[in-house]
């Protein structure tokens, strides 16, 4: 089985660019959650993602973030206007809703802002 | 308070011995609680949960959970030089099944030959 994917794996941006990054969760997986690293910190929730629809979004920053999970394809993370803190590792974690619903994690994309 | 304490560490164990990392958390309502691994530069890697008072084994990992402390801990038995890793508490808030992870800061661990 697959695990949850993300892409890119790196990517680099300038400041003032966009960066768009891509989540495809676990087969048989409908909730997507987004979480973001800094260097040297915790991870911290961003937003939590059904299909087309934010159950949470009260991570995210209030400009140039927002996140997107249509019906068909890969949620997508997007920054506007990039700026040197956004430099981070995001992760994204997908679950299935049953249970503990536990969260499985990609490899993340690590976002690095020149 | 921070919602989910860890001890950053190092902490530092011989191989074979027996390494406890702790972590507590702030909300009561909280029901469900996860340990994670992650190695430097990688993803966290799913190692238990547990969601019931007492322990949890596996294989060389046991967790335990006391609701009333507010507390939550990792025992890792035979700890190898492999164990070396960020060892990351996390608290699933609130009362429903579904929902984000407030995670701790991380235990670094380290496994010493």
Known sequence: NAGVMQNPRHLVRRRGQEARLR???????????????????????MVYLQ???????SGMPKERFSAEF???GPSILRIQQVVRGDSAAYFCASSSG????????????????? | QKEVEQNSGPLSVPEGAIASLNCTYSDRG?????????????????????YSNGDKEDGRFTAQLNKASQYVSLLIRDSQP??????LCAVKVGS??????IFGQGTTLQVKP
């Open chain 1, 23 to 45: 989540c495809s969760p676990m087969k048989g997986h409908s909730h997507v959650y987004w979480y973001r690293q800094l260097p040297e910190e915790g991870l911290k929730f």
């Open chain 1, 51 to 57: 299909k087309e629809n934010i159950i949470d979004e």
């Open chain 1, 70 to 72: 249509p019906k068909e």
């Open chain 1, 98 to 114: 049953q249970g503990f619903d536990t969260q499985y994690f990609g490899p993340g994309t690590r976002l690095t802002v020149l």
């Open chain 2, 30 to 50: 909280s029901q469900s609680f996860f340990w994670y691994r992650q190695y430097s530069g990688k993803s966290p890697e799913l190692i238990m949960f547990i």
């Open chain 2, 82 to 87: 492999s164990d070396s890793a960020t060892y």
């Open chain 2, 96 to 101: 429903s099944n579904t929902g984000k992870l």
